[in-house]
Nanobody
Framework: QVQLVESGGGLVQPGGSLRLSCAAS????????MSWYRQAPGKEREFVAT????????NYADSVKGRFTISRDNAKNTVYLQMNNLKPDDTAVYYC?????WGQGTQVTVSS
């Protein structure tokens, strides 16, 4: 049974950092492309970052490029999203995704 459980969200000041985790079970993360998405209040869910299977090549939304880094720890079967220089516009619920499977989300709030 595929499960994705996000954690690491919270309240942070502008310019701060957070690291989100997506703990996977029921499959091996290294075999699949994994992605992060986010949804701000009143907005559509949008793509943030993705990491490919095996080669670990990455791709990012323009809005986060240079500030966010997606990575994977195969030993822990976990995918991460390191978020630096956070801005108020980054406030959203962040979701981990593998194909048709989604986690429950973790709230990130950037505010002074």
């Amino acid at each position: 049974q595929v499960q994705l459980v996000e954690s690491g969200g919270g309240l942070v000041q502008p310019g701060g950092s957070l690291r989100l985790s997506c703990a996977a079970s029921g499959f091996t993360v290294s075999y699949y492309g994994m992605s992060w998405y986010r949804q701000a209040p009143g907005k559509e869910r949008e793509f943030v970052a993705t990491i490919s299977s095996f080669t670990d090549s990455t791709n990012y939304a323009d809005s986060v490029k240079g500030r966010f880094t997606i990575s994977r720890d195969n030993a822990k079967n976990t995918v991460y999203l390191q978020m630096n220089n956070l801005k108020p516009d980054d406030t959203a619920v962040y979701y981990c995704r593998r194909g048709v499977y989604w986690g429950q989300g973790t709230q990130v709030t950037v505010s002074s």
